[in-house]
């Protein structure tokens, strides 16, 4: 089977209800990115931290996957596909897709303050049990905090994206504005022979060398007519 890498950003999840980041209206427009998303952030302010993701969280039970994310998980009757998203949501995941690299982290998980990337110390929140308070402790018995990654942090799965990218017979990039790096670094790493399309209905700065297939709609328009484009000669 061919090989497909989707990289997903805020828009992959825009259309499910979840809000982006950049565009207008996005989250950094009600929120500072230092407060909120910075190791520095969360060492000055514990408490607005655990409560800006604490409300992100909730929302999830309310938001389903869109059509964008049932139709990339459709791919995988194709092809063997793996997701490299930049969403800490679980959509791609609600929706079938079974590989699912998340490199920013996971809302539904939490994990040490002291060592966050020790896979001991990393458990799955429950509808239950979905906010995180100060004084709730990890495993290790330092203070329990979001499996997020935040700006300032390592992205540890950055590896394993970049091999799987060198990897890609199709690369697809969907609603994401590749502002952040090293995200928006892998597509250094795709064969120059690759095919590359993007999904957005805007422009976005395209810094890699590589030709694209610019399909300017929504992750779910955008979608349908790339399944098609894939599927129609199998
Ligand atoms: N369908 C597809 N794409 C869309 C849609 C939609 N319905 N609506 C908006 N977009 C596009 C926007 O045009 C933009 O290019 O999604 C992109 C969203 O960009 P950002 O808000 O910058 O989100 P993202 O690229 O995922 O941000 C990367 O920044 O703040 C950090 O950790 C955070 O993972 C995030 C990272």
């Excluded at 009600?30 to 409560?51: F, M, S, W």
């Excluded at 458990?123 to 906010?131: A, I, K, S």
């Amino acid at each position: 089977m061919k090989k497909i890498v989707v990289l997903t950003g805020a828009g992959m999840s825009a259309e499910s209800g979840i809000s982006t980041f950049r565009d207008s209206g996005g989250l950094w427009e009600q929120h500072r990115v230092e407060d909120v998303a910075t190791i520095e952030g969360y060492i000055r302010n514990p408490k607005l931290v655990l409560d800006f993701y604490n409300e992100r969280r909730r929302q999830l039970p309310l938001v389903k996957p869109c059509r964008g994310h049932e139709l990339v998980a459709a791919l995988e009757q194709y092809y063997d596909v793996t997701v490299v998203t930049q969403n800490v949501d679980d959509l791609h995941e609600r929706a079938g897709s079974t590989k699912v690299i998340h490199l920013h982290g996971e809302l539904m998980k939490a994990t040490s303050t002291r060592s966050p990337n020790n896979p001991t110390q990393i458990q799955t929140l429950t509808q239950e049990h979905m906010d995180i308070h100060i004084g709730d402790k990890a495993a290790d018995g330092s203070q329990l905090r979001p499996f997020i990654v935040w700006f300032g942090e390592a992205v540890p799965k950055i590896e394993e994206a970049a091999e799987e990218s060198m990897k890609a017979d199709i690369y697809i990039v969907i609603g994401t504005s590749l502002n952040v790096y090293p995200a928006a670094g892998l597509l250094q790493y795709v064969a120059p022979e690759t095919p590359v399309y993007l999904i957005d209905p805007k422009d976005v700065p395209w810094t890699s060398g590589h030709r694209y297939t610019h399909i300017k709609k929504g992750a779910s328009a955008g979608m349908e007519e790339l399944l098609e484009l894939l599927t129609k000669d199998l």
